[in-house]
Every structure is written in C-alpha cells, then in structure tokens.
C-alpha cells in the first residue's frame, strides 16, 4: 500500500511549486520527484505516495519538437491514477544538472546524445578513492562539469584507511580546485565522516558521482546507518570496480537529507562545458589578457602570459596541456551538435517540401 508523504521532505519548494499553472492545477495534474528512471519505468514519489509513472504518450512519443525527458532528481508533473500507473505530462524546469554525452548514442542526433545523470541536486560529491589510481587530470575534467551543473562541486576521497599519506594528493588537488572542499572519509571506519554533517540538511540533494568501486553506495549506507545499497563484498584484488550498481536511486535518508547514487562512469563525455572550463581554469583565461599579442595562439610567440608563466612555475605544462584538451574536446561536442542540428533541420525542410509537393 501507499502511504501518503509530503513531497518537501523530497526537496519540492517552492521555486518548482511557482512552476505549475493554474490550469494545470485545475486539470489535476499534482508534482511527483522521480526516483529510478530503467528503460521506460518512472518509479516517483508524490504527496499520495511512492509509485510509477509512465509518459503521457500523445506528449512525449507524437510530437515531434524536442522534449525533456525525466531524469532521476526530475521534478514533474503528473495525473494520479488510483488503478494503475500515474502519467507524466511535464517535466519542471530543472535547477541544476549534471550531462555528459551518452557514450552509447555518440553518433546519432543531436540531444538524443546528451545524457542527464541526475537533476535538482544542491551539492556534487566527486568521488574518488585514495588507494589506487588517483588521477588529478580526471578530476579536473568532474569539476568542470560539475561546475557546469548548477550544483557545487565537494570532493570527497574515500578509503582513507587503505591509505597512509594523502597529503600530497590533497596539496596537489587544492591547485586545482580553488574554494572547493576537500573531505577525506572512511566509510568503513567512519574517519571524517562529521565533516560531512554540514551537507546532511534536510531537503537538500546530493549526487554522488565517480568510478565504480571507489564506495559511493558504501557511504550512502555509512550516511544512513543501514543497507539500502547492494555493496560488493567480495575483496577486489586488481581494484577494478565491479559495477555493483546499476542504476540511478534516489533516497530520503533519516536526517532529511536526499541523496542520488548513481553507477560508475566510466566515461565522462564532454558537453556543454566552456563555463565550467572558465571556472575550473579562470588562472589559466586570466593570463591569456597579458599576452602582447591580443590574438596570441599561446605557442611560442614573443610575450606569451602563458609561456612566461610556465617558465618561471606558476603554470604546469600538465594542466596547461589538460587545459588544451578540454577546450578541444568541448569544441569538438558543440561543434558536432551544432552541425548535426543543422543536418536535422535541413532534413525537416527537406521533408515539409516533399510533403507538401505531394498534396
Ligand atoms: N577499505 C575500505 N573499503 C571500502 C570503503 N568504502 C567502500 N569500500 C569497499 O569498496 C568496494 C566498492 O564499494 P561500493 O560502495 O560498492 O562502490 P561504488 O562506488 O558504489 O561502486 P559502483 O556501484 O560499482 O559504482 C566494496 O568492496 C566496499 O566494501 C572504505 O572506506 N574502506
Ligand atoms: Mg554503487
Ligand atoms: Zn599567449
């Protein structure tokens, strides 16, 4: 049986309740928060319960103009039906979320490539474990995207007690990631885990996001005090993550708070993230006003910020480089989207002209 709950304990305030029109009122459309999101299934909480939903499909299958699809973390809006499944009809404007391009759908149109991991989250753990692979490139390239999101990003470095000496990790990363927490936590042992109280109020969202196997569904049980993620308890000897989960969940623990656990990536494709380079790399966009050259291609000319800086150490020829891949890579995704948007256009053109030719 349902049991009726109220939709604020799943982070529903206001700034989504003004969304809703009166004629949607009226219509009995009711706000629901999304939960899992596999193939077509909705599983939602709404004030008269945690059920499922399925797309009201006249409005998400018929129409052809672009449609936001839920996400997990979606505020939408749906008809509640007493004998079956309650149907979707809108999505609510999304205050923060975090995309990558989807690395299934790489070539095919447009948006369908663009990926939602999760929507409506206030803070971003990067997740990543302190006992093997550490890779501060790969960081760099979460913070961008994360930054990107809406959300602010918290790293949090897990496994603390397989490791004995991160300070060095942490001196390196604070280059990197300039006013952003650092929390270094042990799920097992539960080393740092009340520096994360603060983050622990209730309706605020959290999305946990990193390589499979660094412990995001171990913290999520630490944080609740029970099991309600699946851990692998086999002990990993390659450290491999074993994609113990499979799909995005999201939970309202005892302390209010809602946190969004999601699988392993192991692909973080790039979109849509020049704001969040600037963020990430605002030392390195600094530099460029001091070139001599307004139009300095920042590879050898004469009075170069960015050389100068890399001679005298202010600037790693690593992040510089990093720098350089991820302005390419971004360039590259919105470069394609725009082209392929322009394909599918030309394409409907094409396709309005033969059908009216036909009448
Ligand atoms: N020693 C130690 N092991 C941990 C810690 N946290 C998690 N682990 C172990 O790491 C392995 C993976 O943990 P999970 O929580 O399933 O990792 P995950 O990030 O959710 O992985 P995916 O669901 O595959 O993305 C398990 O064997 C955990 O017991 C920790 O703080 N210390
Ligand atoms: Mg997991
Ligand atoms: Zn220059």
Known sequence: MNKNLDLKSYGFNHKFQH????????????????????????????AHGEKYGKLKGSIFYQDTKYKVYPAVGDFVLVKPNETGDDIIY??????????????????????????????????????????????????????????????????????????????????????????????????????????????MQPGTTLVFLG????????????????????????????SKGQHTTTYRQLFVLNSGVVIIDTPGMRELGMWDVEEGIETVFS????????????????????????????????????????YQKLIKEANYSANKAAYLRSQKALYKNEYKKFISNKH
Request: proline share 1%; with cysteine.
């Open 283 to 322: 030392d390195i966009e600094e530099l460029f006003h001091n070139c001599r050259f307004r139009n300095c291609s920042h590879s050898g000319e004469l009075g170069c910020a960015v050389q100068e800086a890399i001679d005298c150490g202010n600037l790693t020829k690593e992040r510089w480089k990093s």
């Open 90 to 199: 809108r999505v609510l404007e999304r205050g923060s979320s975090f995309s990558r391009l989807n690395p299934t759908l790489r070539d095919t149109i447009t948006r369908a490539s663009e990926q939602i991991v999760a929507a409506n989250f206030d803070y971003v753990f990067l997740m990543a474990s302190l006992n093997y692979d550490f890779n501060v490139r790969r960081m760099e390239r979460y913070l961008a995207a994360a930054w990107q999101s809406g959300g602010t990003p918290v790293i949090i470095l897990t496994k603390a007690d397989l490791c004995e000496n991160y300070k060095d990790i942490i001196t390196e990363l604070e280059h990197i990631a300039l006013g952003v927490d650092i929390v270094v936590i042990s799920a097992h042992t539960g080393f740092g885990m009340e520096h994360l109280q603060k983050y």
């Open 211 to 238: 390589s499979s196997g660094i412990g995001k569904s171990s913290l999520v049980n630490a944080l609740a005090g029970e099991e309600l993620m699946k851990v692998n308890t086999i002990r990993e000897n390659d």
């Open 19 to 46: 969304q809703i029109t009166t004629d949607e009122i009226t219509a009995g459309l009711v706000p629901a928060r999304v939960i899992t999101v596999q193939k077509e299934t909705y599983k939602i909480a709404a």
